[in-house]
């Protein structure tokens, strides 16, 4: 039936359609006339060969996580699959030029990661005139506090949450395998757009992340400097705290991850799959 209704389909227009969690179930959505971005994928292995029926008749596959490109590959699936990494609006973009007012010196923007907060808890034992400011409320409902429980803000949207980027000096970041607060997910370690986020906000950041594909295809670790333990993590905030952020290799690094570049290679990805887009 699933092959009737492709042959049946009429119309030549491709669709980049956006998949939020990759898929072992058949939907009329995704089919020959659509080229899908695969976002998130926690498939175990014994489910590919579904994921494979689902996405068979699509003309192109893209992937953005590297890691998951390369198991995809490994497992030989019989799909025009590419990589096809995640980027950030080009409407974000900064310059070496760029300057920030920094009102905190160290926060947690998104989800309190219990390792970093482990972390920050103990430097404060020892360091105490450091306070830190955390997300009391929920990932859509951020209320900020100090950790000593005064209250500092909240967010009224995404505009209010990325001028709350942009007002904090240091943060941190880990990847979603890394995150203890995201138990479910712990499989992968794909690069998330929140570090594009820290960096257009002119923030230094503190990062706990293994040496995946994904983040080797970043060269993650040429911007966030990741730690593992205490004694790293309290030697890198004691420097960072003395310093400002580097705006221009915050803005060199972001060069190559707007969208606009994503475009660009999304275009040769047709040509390479004589897939044409006009």
């Not at 606009?260 to 390479?272: D, G, Q, T, Y």
């Amino acid at each position: 039936m699933w092959k009737l209704y492709n042959k049946l389909l009429k119309g030549k227009n491709l669709k980049l359609r956006f998949i939020m969690t990759a898929k072992v179930k058949r939907e009329c959505i995704i089919n020959k006339n659509t080229i899908p971005v695969i976002i998130d994928y926690w498939l175990t292995d014994e489910q590919i060969k579904d994921f494979c029926l689902v996405y068979r008749y699509c003309p192109l596959v893209l992937v953005t996580n590297a890691e998951v490109y390369c198991l995809l590959k490994k497992h030989n699936v019989p799909l025009p699959i590419e990589h096809w990494p995640l980027s950030y609006p080009d409407k974000y973009a900064i310059s070496s030029y760029d300057k920030f007012e920094k009102r905190y010196d160290f926060c947690l923007l998104g989800r309190p990661n219990p390792f970093f907060i482990r972390l920050l808890d103990k430097y404060c034992e020892s360091h105490k005139e450091f306070t830190y400011i955390k997300n009391a409320g929920t990932i859509d409902y951020r209320y900020y506090e100090t950790n000593t429980g005064l209250f500092v803000g909240k967010d009224t949207g995404r505009k209010s949450y990325l001028e709350m980027v942009k007002q904090t000096k240091i943060t941190c970041y880990t990847t979603p395998g890394y995150d203890e607060s995201k138990k479910d997910v712990q499989r992968f370690n794909q690069v998330t757009p929140r570090v594009f986020e820290f960096l257009c906000g002119g923030c230094m950041v503190i990062g706990h992340y293994p040496m995946t594909e994904d983040v080797l295809y970043y060269q993650l670790d040429s911007i966030i400097y990741n730690v593992n333990n205490y004694t790293e993590f309290e030697s890198k905030l004691d420097e960072l705290r003395k310093k400002e952020c580097d705006i221009s290799k915050n803005a060199k690094f972001m060069e190559q991850h707007y969208t606009s570049k994503r475009i660009n290679s999304l275009v040769n990805l047709c040509k390479k799959h004589n897939i044409s887009i006009i």
